[in-house]
């Protein structure tokens, strides 16, 4: 195997060696203990506590009403359940564009009491400062660019980003900036492979695609959606690698109807008494 031993703990380092040898990074989310558990034992090398936990577990429309401490609950799980990957923890809408010291106490909370080791920020030179102060204090940083989801009324939905000239131009500039503020990785999301290929090779950090094609150092999938657990459709860049809720959905109707049949719990589930038993006999 020329890649890292699956054993070995990930590191923000271990990403950059990754990066330099050509080795595929491979990233995924997760918002609870078990699903931590499984991405480790799978192999996987980052896992991001995406604040995607907004729609695809919580229920809201999308990722901008998730807070802080919703956040860091999700946080804390997922660190119970992981040994091996880089855990690293989504700062939520309004928790970093609009005041540093707020961003400082909430990505050290992240850190401190969350168990994460880095957090992802979206946004390029308007939230460098930000960066910097993090990296000061020691906390990790990933940055996010191209279809930022915190973002969507600004951009009007959900679109690719960077088709236009002058728009791929300010991304470049972008991760060149977010490189210099200290980032260790930058995300790049729903961007023509042609700009992912190169803003990959022009900054020295990571880049970790998510519909932005092959050029990118690395990819990550939202679980639910790679695993098939969602209702609606999904993005042209997500491939299902299986369709679970299907069998979900089977399993839960014939527990609801052997239920209201009479047929569970059977004798295979119930316990009976001692006394019971011998008398029986």
Do not use: W
Request: glycine share 10%; proline share 6%; aromatic share 4%.
């Amino acid at each position: 195997m020329s890649r890292m031993t699956i054993s070995k703990k990930v590191t923000t380092r271990s990403l950059l060696d990754m990066k330099h040898k050509g080795e595929n990074i491979v990233a995924l989310t997760a918002y609870d203990a078990p699903t931590a558990a499984l991405v480790n034992e799978a192999g996987v090398d980052v896992i991001l506590v995406g604040d995607s936990v907004a729609n695809v577990k919580l229920g809201y429309e999308n990722t901008l009403p998730v807070t802080p401490e919703e956040m860091l609950h999700h946080t804390k799980a997922v660190a119970r359940g992981n040994s091996r990957a880089l855990l690293v923890a989504d700062m939520p809408y309004l928790s970093y564009e609009i005041d540093a010291l707020e961003a400082l106490r909430v990505a050290g909370r992240f850190v401190k009491e969350g168990g994460a080791e880095a957090v992802k920020l979206e946004g390029g030179i308007e939230v460098a400062p930000v960066i910097k102060e993090l990296v000061r204090i020691n906390v990790p940083v990933m940055g996010h660019l191209g279809l930022t989801p915190q973002a969507v009324n600004k951009l009007g939905g959900f679109k690719v980003q960077g088709r236009r000239p002058q728009e791929a131009d300010k991304m470049l500039t972008d991760a060149r900036i977010l490189e210099g503020a200290g980032v260790f990785a930058i995300v790049l999301e729903a961007v023509p492979e042609e700009l992912a290929r190169e803003i990959t090779k022009k900054v020295g950090v990571p880049t970790i695609g998510i519909g932005a094609g092959k050029a990118c150092d690395g990819q990550i999938l939202v679980v639910d959606d790679m695993l098939g657990m969602g209702a609606g459709p999904v993005p042209k860049f997500v491939k299902r690698y299986a369709d679970l809720r299907p069998a979900m959905l089977d399993a839960i109707k014939r527990y609801t109807a052997e239920v209201r049949a009479g047929g569970f719990p059977g004798p295979d589930h119930t316990y009976t008494s001692p006394s019971k038993t011998r008398a029986s006999q």
